[in-house]
């Protein structure tokens, strides 16, 4: 399938100043769309100036989360060229998330190649200032317009981008953390592996109580036992307890991270043991109580490494290294970020080049 180009005739005012963007209010000149229909296929990919989408109200989208999307960045490197991060990852992880709540598949390279061109014509919007790059939101919906919701027929795919600023301003900061033993963002058999619309709705009430608390995140426990620790707010998350790492393993409830993933390959080669299992809630106090916690981090795509402060459970606060970021976090912050951006070499092909604008 050809991509149909078409150029917007009215480029738009890029941000004025790239060191003060925020994250995901302003969009690129362009959008990514190709339509699904049963017996059809996927059909009629096409570039398009960016505007808004005709969808009828009564389309599934709009009233069972029939959404998925994924997340990943472009990042231009000191000579001015534009990079990507493991992107393949990102599209095979969005056909697992469509096939857990049935969108229909599609072509994981040829929605890499959607990435490139689209990322290839709006290249001039991934921001020039240390730490600012450019998200890539590829999503896929439900247009079926029926509210019986019996087997998806038609779907649309989307390609959004948007120029974002550092997760940081003002540089790596830890993080205080509140362990949330109410609400649950997912179950395992449940589609906490996927990454979709709904894990987000589901994940509200106790983000927006955390924060209104003051806490910037919300650690999650297991919805079976209420005891395991699954995830830091959108972010996977590690300790490091007695010279070792341990992070979640990927029980079905837990989104498998490409910085997860990335961070567990840096450590070992580097010679740490990296052990993937449950680990209590329980055991993470008695560890802050006894000292044997080191360090902990969150890691995701949006702020590639999040040292955590503190953690608050029922009426405890306990803090982490003195609320300092330890070394570990500080160099799996620096060696991530230092690929993404180009400037240390890349041995495990992790890049993928966008080519210069034709
Ligand atoms: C996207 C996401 C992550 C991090 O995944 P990356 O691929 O590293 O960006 C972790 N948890 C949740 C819930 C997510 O949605």
Not at 52 to 69: C, D, W
Not at 285 to 314: H, K, N
Not at 315 to 340: F, H, M, R, S, W
Request: glycine share 10%.
């Amino acid at each position: 399938m050809e991509i149909k180009i078409t150029k917007t005739t009215a480029p738009r005012q890029k941000p004025a100043d790239p060191t003060k963007l925020g994250f995901g209010t302003v969009f690129t000149d362009h959008l990514f769309t190709m339509d699904y229909d049963a017996g059809q296929g996927w059909h009629d990919p096409e570039i398009v100036p960016l505007q808004n989408l005709s969808i009828h109200p009564g389309a599934a989208v709009f009233h069972y989360g029939a959404e998925v999307f994924e997340g990943l960045k472009a990042y231009r490197t000191d000579d001015g060229s534009v990079q990507l991060f493991r992107p393949a990852d990102n599209m095979q992880r969005m056909r697992d998330s469509a096939e857990r709540i049935q969108l229909p598949d599609f072509d994981a390279d040829f929605m890499l190649n959607a990435v490139l061109k689209l990322v290839e014509l709006d290249q001039d919007w991934v921001p020039n200032v240390p730490s600012a790059s450019l998200y890539i939101r590829p999503f896929e919906i439900c247009t079926d317009i029926d509210l019986g919701l019996h087997g998806i027929q038609h779907a649309k795919m989307l390609i959004i981008l948007s120029p974002v600023g550092s997760y940081y301003p003002g540089g790596l900061k830890p993080v205080d953390i509140l362990i949330e033993d109410n609400d649950v963002r997912a179950v395992r058999g449940g589609t906490g592996y996927a990454k979709c619309g709904g894990n987000y709705a589901a994940a509200n009430r106790a983000a927006h109580k955390a924060e209104q608390k003051g806490y910037s995140q919300v650690l999650w426990l297991d919805g079976v036992h209420r005891k395991y620790i699954e995830e830091v707010g959108g972010m996977n998350v590690m300790f490091k307890i007695n010279g070792k790492v341990v992070t979640p393993e990927l029980t079905g409830s837990v989104l498998p991270g490409v910085t997860r993933r990335s961070c567990i390959q840096l450590l070992r080669d580097k010679g740490l043991e990296v052990e993937e299992r449950l680990i209590s809630v329980d055991e993470l106090m008695d560890t802050l109580r006894s000292g044997a916690l080191e360090e902990a981090w969150g890691c995701g795509t949006a702020a590639v490494i999040s040292p955590i402060g503190s953690f608050a459970y029922q009426d405890q606060v306990l803090t982490v290294n003195e609320q300092k970021i330890g070394p570990c976090a500080q160099e799996l912050y620096d060696t991530l970020t230092g690929i993404q951006w180009g400037r240390i070499e890349d041995p495990y092909h992790w890049i993928v080049k966008v080519p210069k604008k034709s």
